[in-house]
């Protein structure tokens, strides 16, 4: 499975934006951008001028794609799948996202970032409808039950991971008992619902593919 494995706060820096790649780690004082580090590259300065329309459309693309942790022919068959189902394909590029298992997995608090998620998924520590399931991608539904295998409950990376729902709390479109190391993902969310994504404009991205 191809993924990104360069230096995760360069694309922060270029998307001169916190994406949270790392998960908690993310909120330190380290961050590149809490010491107002330019975006990468050689002389940043001179390409820091006012951008094209296709310029921020591109841009908006790869913040998405980069939170979610996709690259871009997996993104482009979401979209695609997006403008398929009726509607506003915004808004259900945002569900289609929001219902992967990685990405639960990581609402969840089973994992302290979606990377390490699609690890821990890839590697068969979770069951969906009590069923093994070992890929980050598969799109889960309305009333299905992502849990902990039995083996796996003593894995420190998860027991980690899981003290930050008593802090952070977890989204409202799922449930989570932190205890049984078990989540319910109750229904789709709504996209203002997805407080994390309050400054993306999804709607670049359907202008992006539509050319």
């Known amino acids: 499975m191809a993924r990104?494995?360069?230096?995760?706060?360069?694309?922060?820096?270029?998307?001169?934006?916190?994406?949270?790649?790392?998960?908690?780690r993310c909120k330190s004082d380290k961050c590149p951008l809490n010491k107002k580090r330019g975006a990468p590259g050689k002389d940043p300065k001179a390409r820091a001028g006012k951008r094209s329309e296709?310029?921020?459309q591109l841009r908006e693309k790869q913040k998405i794609k980069r939170i979610y942790g996709m690259l871009e022919k997996q993104f482009h068959l979401t979209f695609e799948k997006a403008q398929r189902m009726g509607g506003v394909t915004g808004e259900n590029l945002?569900?289609?996202l929001e219902s992967r298992l990685d990405n639960v997995v990581f609402r969840m608090h089973f994992a302290m970032s979606r990377t390490q998620a699609r690890q821990l998924v890839s590697h068969r520590h979770f069951l969906v409808n009590g069923k093994p399931v070992n890929i980050p991608s598969?799109?889960?539904k309305p009333g299905d039950v992502v849990e902990v295998k039995e083996g796996s409950k003593k894995l420190t990376v998860i027991l980690d991971s899981l003290s930050e729902v008593s802090k952070s709390g977890v989204m409202p479109w799922i449930t989570v008992d932190a205890d049984a190391m078990k989540g319910?993902?109750?229904?789709?969310?709504?996209r203002e619902e997805v407080t994390d994504l309050q400054d993306v404009k999804e709607q670049l991205v359907v202008e992006l593919y539509s050319k």
């Open 184 to 190: 319910i993902f109750n229904v789709y969310p709504r």
């Open 54 to 56: 296709y310029g921020l």
């Open 138 to 140: 598969y799109e889960l």
């Open 4 to 24: 990104y494995t360069g230096p995760v706060c360069r694309l922060c820096r270029t998307e001169q934006k916190k994406l949270c790649l790392k998960g908690e």
């Open 94 to 96: 945002v569900r289609l």
